[in-house]
């Protein structure tokens, strides 16, 4: 039998016993809990780490792989668990190395990079990555290896050298039609410098033309009195000579100053429908005799079906003449010549071609200047090509000219057509 005082003492036992049990219950649902919450955020850590776009990896202190996530795995090309242990020196080769070597040094120091590397994916391709690496420390702050954060960003480059290829291309596109537009400029800088010059030297022109018009009429009218006055009196051989050589210098005269006039003279008169074809037809019936005499060939090629042109007929055969003249006066010992007419894209081409003694390099800029001339005094006024110059351009054309020294000079005229 128990005495009352151990019955006490045994009561008081159960009822701490009783106390402490409940303590240990409370103690169990509480390591449960935190077991449970524990398990969650590991679920929900591996759950961020596996679906991440980001490689993830962990290395240790020699830098082998102790984690990687599906994703390094598929930037990399490797299965994870072939990823596990590898060093990450293998997939760095050439100048990236000794990058990555100074890089690892500053990890151990405890630093934390971000840099952009190239590295060997498994199916041998270099691919560019952009790598973040922060250096793990244990409790004790001792290194314990690396955490890498890793994007693939191979495409964004290829896409930023595609694009600076593409802007190269466009931008040398861009030069190649600002030099045309230059040289289309500086072309038309030129034709309007011809014109601007011939513009001065018409009016110009056209001044001491009137001045001297009447004058040279006059002369001339008094010099062939002269001459007939002289027939009559039955002056000397020598006497009449010379009154000839005057008669035709002040001729001369007249004819350059009439020249002038109609270099310088505004078109009063509508223009016409001429069709080139017969325009050269007449010209050549002024010129042909010249040509035989100077044994020179001529080859004709003329288009059947050229559109009018607008223009005064007259004036344009002038044009004719004058480079039907030059070629001749070219081709001193004689020659072949070469006289087409075409239609190009609604135009109408004139081509002269001759195989005389052609232009110097330096003179090819200077030849549709008035008064430019290479023949010796007397024998050219230089105003031809710039007469011409001036009547096609009132045509609405172009003259323009190739040549090489010793192998002749073509001249091409090019007129729109009528309606064009
Ligand atoms: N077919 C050609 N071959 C070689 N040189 C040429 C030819 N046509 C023109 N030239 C050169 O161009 C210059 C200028 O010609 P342009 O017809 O204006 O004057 P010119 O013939 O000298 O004198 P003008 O015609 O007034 O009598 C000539 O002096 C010559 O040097
Ligand atoms: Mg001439």
Redesign the pocket.
Known sequence: MCSGDEVDHLRRRVGELQARLVELEGAEKKRLQVENELRESQKLYRALIETAFAGIGITDVEENLTFANSALGDIMGYGVEELIGINLSRFVEGEEYNRYQELTEQRLQGLRNAYETRVRHKDGALINLLISASPLADEDGEFIGVLTVVFDITELRRAEEELERNKRAYTDQLEAMVRERTNQLEEAQAKLIQSAKLAAVGQLAAGVAHEINNPVGVLLMKLKFLLSVAERENLTQNTMATLDIAVEQAGRIAHIVQ?LLNFSRTPTDRPQSLNINERIDSSLRLSRRLLTDRRIDLHLDLHEELPNVLGDPVEFEQVLI??L???V??MADGGELYLASNAEAGQVVISLR?T????EGE?LGS??DPF????NFG??????????YGIVQKMGGYIA?E?EPGS??V?HIKLPGEGA
């Open positions: 020249d004058n480079l003249n030059n070629a006066e070219a001759d005389g003694e052609g232009i003179d030849i549709f430019f001339t290479t023949k024998e050219g006024t230089g105003l031809g090509l710039s007469i011409s000219v040549s002749g000079a001249f």
